[in-house]
């Protein structure tokens, strides 16, 4: 039984990849990094439920097999197709968000960290409804440089995804989507919570297409 659920995932898996660079032509750019096996957190812009898939599904299999996503456990364990995708196919580290469940969200992120996954991270907490390029961070992202500096942590920006599908759209456009790899950046040391998050979203938003031309 185990072996089928294994063969399943992986089979869900590769479908994913073929509907995603089908619908997207999603390609990855490789700006401030190596596509080579590392233990980062990719820290990424959140304006799809599709985001996490279009990472994933640009990174080299010898890097996919060791990623992990930090997602919501009421999304992914929401109907028996989604807590089929979640934990065997992406792998998640599933967190509670809701707050009368005494769950820690960041010690299972840390647990996942010691073990030698990477992981991608959404540090707005939520999807970006707004105009705005980001919403605020919260504090996950510094909480993880702290706890282990020598992870890298790599801005990742996902563009165009909202164009390809916009909202009340049935057929994608065609468009290319792009996944933009940048510079890793660490916790300085005496660095403050607000001045990192700060730092971070800077480095994040350099990443956009229009900021690098």
């Known amino acids: 039984m185990k072996f089928l659920r294994q063969f399943a995932a992986r089979i869900v898996g590769q479908s994913i990849r073929i509907f995603a660079r089908a619908i997207t032509a999603v390609r990855a750019e490789w700006k401030g990094i190596e596509p080579v096996p590392r233990q980062r957190v990719y820290f990424a812009n959140h304006t799809s439920n599709a985001d996490m898939p279009m990472i994933w599904s640009v990174l080299p299999p010898a890097m996919r097999r060791t990623v992990r996503p930090v997602a919501a456990a009421d999304y992914w364990l929401k109907n028996k197709l989604r807590a089929f995708v ?4 992406f792998n998640c ?15 299972k992120i840390i647990a996942a960290l010691d073990e030698g996954s990477s992981l991608i991270i959404f540090p707005e907490g939520n999807r970006n409804m707004t105009e705005d390029p980001l919403l605020p961070f919260k504090a996950g992202l510094y909480n993880m440089g702290v706890a282990r500096p020598d992870v890298d942590l790599v801005p990742t920006w996902v563009a ?15 468009l290319i989507c792009t996944v933009t790899f940048g510079e ?13 998050l700060k730092r971070a979203s800077e480095a994040l938003l350099a990443q956009r297409p229009e900021a690098r031309q």
């Open 93 to 107: 580290v599933l967190v509670d968000r809701r707050p009368e469940v005494q769950d820690k969200p960041m010690d």
């Open 160 to 174: 165009n995804l909202t164009e390809i599908m916009p909202k009340g759209e049935v057929i994608p456009l065609p």
């Open 86 to 89: 979640g934990p065997e196919v």
């Open 184 to 196: 890793p950046i660490h916790v300085r040391e005496g660095e403050s919570k607000d001045d990192f």
